[in-house]
T-cell receptor, first 111, second 114 residues
Framework: GENVEQHPSTLSVQEGDSAVIKCTYS??????FPWYKQELGKRPQLIID?????GEKKDQRIAVTLNKTAKHFSLHITETQPEDSAVYFC??????????FGTGTRLLVSP | DAGVIQSPRHEVTEMGQEVTLRCKPI?????LFWYRQTMMRGLELLIY????????DSGMPEDRFSAKMPNASFSTLKIQPSEPRDSAVYFC????????????FGPGTRLTVT
């Protein structure tokens, strides 16, 4: 079955810096890759997603890149702000909407 | 829309007791997912339904866990008997399969088994 690895597990940056979180997946059939943000004590919420026919997608300060050949995808946050502090999860969908999540990255943005 | 609704939000029970978690998906969504989140194991898919039919229950940890979806607007996850290692946050999520695949999560139920 699908296996998703996520790195780093924790990431500390200064406000205004960029943050990059990387994930790899094992199943070449995976074709949908969402990223969720989970604030402390809250539910995971989708922040951006990418499908396998696209290499990059941007939404304001957030971007995701996908390399299908290497089976990895990354989340890029530019000009980080304290409110970006949260746990970020990547996931892969092999079809039938079954998501396999990475282990999460705790991002801390210091003012 | 009120979003995905889960109840109770918190549950504290003693080992051996039956626990029932409830979920109301977003109206019109045809897929429903139950997840369990712990520090040790992260976010795990337990079971998911499509059009009220269980599609994949391979994540259900053992026979003590069962899930039902009697209609499009209601699902339950039952643990009987409960054990301390079942303590976790249980999330329900729903999606509409034809319009992309975003899964909308409910607020979760924090279960503590003593």
């Amino acid at each position: 079955g699908e296996n998703v690895e996520q790195h780093p597990s924790t990431l500390s940056v200064q406000e205004g810096d960029s943050a990059v979180i990387k994930c790899t997946y094992s199943d070449s059939a995976s074709n949908y890759f969402p990223w969720y943000k989970q604030e402390l004590g809250k539910r995971p919420q989708l922040i951006i997603d990418i499908r396998s026919n696209v290499g990059e997608k941007k939404d304001q300060r957030i971007a995701v890149t996908l390399n299908k050949t290497a089976k990895h995808f990354s989340l890029h946050i530019t000009e980080t702000q304290p409110e970006d502090s949260a746990v970020y999860f990547c996931a892969a969908d092999t079809g039938f909407q079954k998501l396999v999540f990475g282990t999460g990255t705790r991002l801390l943005v210091s003012p | 829309d009120a979003g995905v609704i889960q109840s109770p939000r918190h549950e504290v029970t003693e080992m051996g007791q039956e626990v029932t978690l409830r979920c109301k998906p977003i109206s019109g969504h045809n897929s429903l997912f139950w997840y369990r989140q712990t520090m040790m194991r992260g976010l795990e898919l337990l079971i998911y339904f499509n059009n009220n039919v269980p599609i994949d229950d391979s994540g259900m940890p053992e026979d003590r866990f069962s899930a039902k979806m009697p209609n499009a607007s209601f699902s339950t996850l039952k643990i009987q008997p409960s054990e301390p290692r079942d303590s976790a946050v249980y999330f329900c999520a729903s999606s509409f399969q034809r319009e992309g695949r975003e899964q909308y999560f409910g607020p979760g139920t924090r279960l503590t088994v003593t």
